[in-house]
Structures are given as C-alpha cells and as structure tokens.
Nanobody, 123 residues
Framework: VQLVESGGGLVQAGGSLRLACEAS????????LGWFRQGPGEEGEFVAV???????MYANLVKGRFTISRDDAKNTVYLQMNSLKPEDTAVYFC??????????????????WGKGTLVTVSS
C-alpha cells in the first residue's frame, strides 16, 4: 500500500485544516486507516484510526476536535481538524494496517506509512 498525504499548512490557533491521504496499491476497504503525529523534539503519537466498517478510535488529546473519515471509492482517508491549538503542531503521518484494534496504540506494529505532511499552528 502506498500512502500520500496532503492538506498540511500554517493556521492560526482556533482554526481548521483537513488532511487527506490517498492510498494506492491494494483494495483500501481491506485496511484500517489512521493518523499519527510527531511534534518537534517529541516521539510519535497516535491520533485517530478508522476501521473498514467505519468504527473509529481517537487519542484523548484530539477527541471532540478531530474527525476521521474515509471514502473507499476515492481511496482516501481524511482528518478534519478543528479548534487547533499550538500543541497540535506536528508532522502528521497517514498509516494503514489490516488489523484494527490495540495495534494502533503504538506506531511500531503498523506496516504502511506515508511520508507526512506538516501542520503548524500559530498562537
């Protein structure tokens, strides 16, 4: 599976951005799709994941502000980010795995990754 992210950029605190990740190479509907992020000088952390049946899981830090969705016809997963905070500044990575569950708690076990897109939130 090849993953390409888009939609990153600079936004003021309180603003919104929508990230997109286009997948190719396999049938997208067979995969759970999600997002991780890595802030400056920080370790990567889980953000959100959506399963093949539409079930979702979110990190507590983004719950209520971010929404993940998928459009299998377009082979794309989205991350709508609202009420952005400076601490949301990070490189956001799209990821894919056939498994949907606790494997998404850590990045180590996720096999497929995009190259990332930078989100910068100014105060």
């Amino acid at each position: 599976v090849q993953l390409v992210e888009s939609g990153g950029g600079l936004v003021q605190a309180g603003g919104s951005l929508r990230l997109a990740c286009e997948a190719s190479g396999r049938t997208l509907s067979d995969y759970a799709l999600g997002w991780f992020r890595q802030g400056p000088g920080e370790e990567g952390e889980f953000v959100a994941v959506i399963g093949w049946s539409g079930g979702t899981m979110y990190a507590n830090l983004v719950k209520g502000r971010f929404t993940i969705s998928r459009d299998d016809a377009k082979n794309t997963v989205y991350l709508q980010m609202n009420s952005l905070k400076p601490e949301d500044t990070a490189v956001y990575f799209c990821a894919a795995d056939t498994a949907y569950g606790t494997n998404w708690r850590y990045s180590d076990g996720i096999p497929y990754w995009g190259k990332g897109t930078l989100v910068t939130v100014s105060s």
